[in-house]
């Protein structure tokens, strides 16, 4: 490498929680950064319409501006990290940057899982590198692991733990027996959660960062529309214990999945055992359990939100790209891949796989039976049953844990079980995975 | 990127279990691997003494050489894999690949802990790459996380369980009940240790990778005979029983922290709690904890040996060598650190810790007494006593778990301790590592 040190111009969008951070990072270690890299990365232009309220970190007053314009022309300014979130004015913003062959860092996994095509076809087109580290998994190095350390493995499955607040309601409903709205509420009231909390607990954003990896895993573009997308919203406590005492934590689970038929990708709360690292992940803390064709079983696990880790992660990004343009390298790795879309997405409610079912059934002899025979009809096999003790009279709650099936018998048996008289309330039920 | 298809050739020298997983990744996963990166990275070339003997792997015939200089002499041959083994001629074959400006990718932890300088100047001399992924951990990226995922952290610890056979030991020991000496046999008899098993259950191999970690960590060149090695030969399982009572597993740690001191680097057998992720690491499995000043606590987990886990390292490594290569970018980034140097290495058995303590006392009023009056004298406080129920007629075995204290201090108080009469047999002390 040539003596004469390398520089790159940073300009961050949003100066909100994730920019101080961003911004604090890159100047306390600007040394560390230079020492480990041979680049000095310059924080050069900060935007925000509010540029007046402390955010706790000093920057210099230049540094800072109302116009994303002003910061997008500046020449100084090389890469430009988007963290002004939603996906209107910051699609408007990171294809302004890519067209002024500027290359953009961004945590914004919903800008990406509903607009990657246009945006990485921008980046293409303009010689520009798009990098988006932050926006899967918080501070945890994913994308970096699927796209450089596990590039020479087919991927087989990927299972997340990918959104901290159902994560960490999900650990204090178990160890404190507190329901899901009081820890919902508590946190909210915390600022832990969002006061509208339907893109973490319906799921939706679990389902931005699964499609967003399996393009990694797989080479295939996958939309939010395309797959199935349960959350947590309204689970019971009952289950939570059912589910303790047959050996499973109930978990937010992000799968993706290769097998002969296609490849199945899914977001759903699901039973996992006890024994499985996966199990052991707890609080706010988010997780990646991959299966690769040479490496086999691997995890990732770290912070998935907040101000530091995900700077942390931005910061990889902007270090990677400065990088890459002090060696005139640019587009040294592909922003996402086309090399699996002939690949078979398998449809939602299809695939084998195992279920948790429970009943309310009137405490009458062959209740149980009943429901039996309808499962046995639709050919779904019972792995163990478990009969707690009454809890109304007349009533008795029945665990069914069932072998691999299909979903769309199972869920035409539900459908027929719903229907029996001694079935007293609605069948509840979730998705076993035992990783097999 | 230009259209033309870019190419890079490997050489492996060394066909083993490692080389024949290499090969067979190359080969297998060659489209893949180009589809991901742009860049078809053919095995050119081969070199064993052996060319003879069946390795499962289906090589074209004119890929094999007995030679190693014809391999390094070939010019189709970019990127030479060391898999080798052993630090004599592992060393002048690397040394002599940088020379002809041929990039190295090593899986060979030992050569790197003993020549690394040599080594790493070598190849900035002759404007070569080394990159060494597999030397650690196996199959899990965790240079790649230091380097680049963490790039922007001052990394503050890291924890890592580096030695399989070492945690396949504990853990059958600990789960069934087997005695030390009794699973080692079993697992030289499967093959999975080695005949002379010193390198890996007396702590060395587990150093060789600390000693490498702590160069990515903190940018300082750390040397085998500067720092704290102890394995776990002959660990008894009475220790492994009374720290499960105790809420702990003993797993072979391999530290390393900053402080305002200092950094400590040292290998021991360390009592963690079973609350830690790294408690529900088991088996044959590999682990590393790491806590950065952004990212705050993570963990990557994984298979750290075996033939195709390490080989999804070696190929990691020959992949981002030959990207670099085909986008003229070698030295992309550096091989190894200097900017810790000045940081101060803190001697072996300094530094403040917890202590476990094992001894079997006279059953006599007033035993307890003078153990815990000696402690008291060199200012070590303890957080609990566990006295067991008699084992022996007249003899109880107690255990003390003691607050932070100065190495330094419960060493001399063990040495006091071990000349009480009450004492019957020498003190067994383990580190307690709660992670604070």
Redesign the interface.
Known sequence: ?SSEQKQAGVGIVGFGTVGA?VAQ??IQ?HE??L????VSIKLQKIADLDIESDRGVDVPAEVLTTSSDELINDPAVDIVVELVGGTTFAKALTLQALEAGKSVVTANKALLAEHGEEIFAAATKHHAEIYY?ASIAG???VV??L????????IDSVYGILNGTCNYILTRMEDEGILFDDVLKQAQEAGFAEADPTLDIDGFDTAHKICLLANLAF?KSVKMNEIHIEGIRGLSMLDLNFAKDAGYNIKLLAVMKRSEEGIEVRVNPALIPHSH?LS??RGPFNAVFMR????????????GA?R??T???V??DI??VA??QA???K????SN?T?GEDLKLIPPNEGTRRFYLRLLLLDEAGAMGKVSDVLGDFGISIASVIQHEEHEENSVPVIYLTQNCQESDFNMAIDKINQLEVVISEAVRYIIDDFS
């Open positions: 490498m951070g990072g890159l270690n560390l950064i020492s480990r890299t041979g580290e501070g945890i190095p970096k692991a796209r450089e350390g596990f590039v020479g493995n087919n080479g690292l052991s992940v690769g064709d040479l490496v086999g079983d691997s995890m990732l696990y770290g912070a907040g530091f880790p700077a942390s992660a910061i990889s270090t990677d990088i890459n060696a005139n390298a587009g040294r790795l592909p891949y090399y």
